[in-house]
């Protein structure tokens, strides 16, 4: 069965500090990997999404995600915090298996203190 | 482009009725949408598969009868939430896909529709 965990409930960090929030993953087969991030009272946004190819994948807003087999893990970073990217993140795995379905984890709220 | 619509974004209704929320896809045909609940400080709960033109496949532990879900043409699809109650209040999600089979494709999701039943 798939699954995704995201082992921390609260990241904090200064502004201006590099940031990451983890995210391991559980799939059959070859994943596809993705981070949404919500602000408060809204739908999810799309961030960033892994298929296949460079390990490095670069997403909106200058964060990043590093895809990792061995480790099976997609943490997503950001050289520089900003205030404004305080919000709600979620990392979420669609397996070879199982249709369209997305698993999502439960979430990690990041705070970037000025 | 791929935007999806969420209405109403905010509803109120007195407990025992029953209230619908539409969700869709505006620029994109979405023959699978998706329907989720969020709880308080919690992740997103699939609550069921919307397919156009069939019925929709409710996740494990999810009503049926209570929940119930359309989705007439490749641009729309409802829930409504029938005989609510208030532990029916929550904030409910729809996305879609672009995609639609590719699996590489992200989704798109609505604004959400908070719902308050009192």
């Known amino acids: 069965a798939q699954s995704v965990a995201q082992p921390e409930d609260q990241v904090n960090v200064a502004e201006g500090n590099p940031l990451t929030v983890k995210c391991t993953y559980s799939?059959?087969?070859?994943?596809?990997l993705f981070w949404y991030v919500q602000y408060p009272n809204r739908g999810l946004q799309f961030l960033l999404k892994?298929?296949?190819?460079?390990?490095l994948v670069k997403g909106s807003y200058g964060f990043e995600a590093e895809f990792n087999k061995s480790q099976t893990s997609f943490h997503l970073k950001k050289p520089s915090a900003l205030v404004s990217d305080s919000a709600l993140y979620f990392c979420?795995?669609?397996?070879?298996?199982?249709?369209?379905?997305?698993?999502f984890g439960a979430g990690t709220r990041l705070f970037v203190k000025a | 482009g791929a935007v999806v619509s969420q209405h109403p974004s905010r509803v109120i209704c007195k407990s025992g009725t029953s209230v619908k929320i539409e969700c869709r896809s505006l620029?994109?045909?979405?023959?699978?949408m998706f329907w989720y609940r969020q709880f308080p400080k919690k992740s997103l709960m699939l609550m069921a598969t919307?397919?156009?033109?069939?019925?929709?496949?409710?996740e494990q532990g999810v009503e049926k009868d209570k929940f119930l879900i359309n989705h007439a043409s490749l641009t729309l699809s409802t829930l409504t939430v029938t005989s609510a109650h208030p532990e029916d209040s929550s904030f409910y999600i729809c996305?879609?896909?672009?995609?639609?089979?590719?699996?590489?494709?992200?989704?798109?999701f609505g604004s959400g529709t908070r719902l308050t039943v009192v």
């Open positions: 620029d994109f045909q979405a023959t699978t």
């Open positions: 799939v059959s087969g070859n994943p596809y």
């Open positions: 979420a795995v669609r397996g070879a298996t199982g249709g369209f379905k997305t698993i």
């Open positions: 919307s397919n156009e033109g069939s019925k929709a496949t409710y």
């Open positions: 892994y298929i296949t190819g460079d390990n």
């Open positions: 996305s879609a896909s672009p995609g639609q089979g590719a699996r590489g494709y992200g989704y798109t």
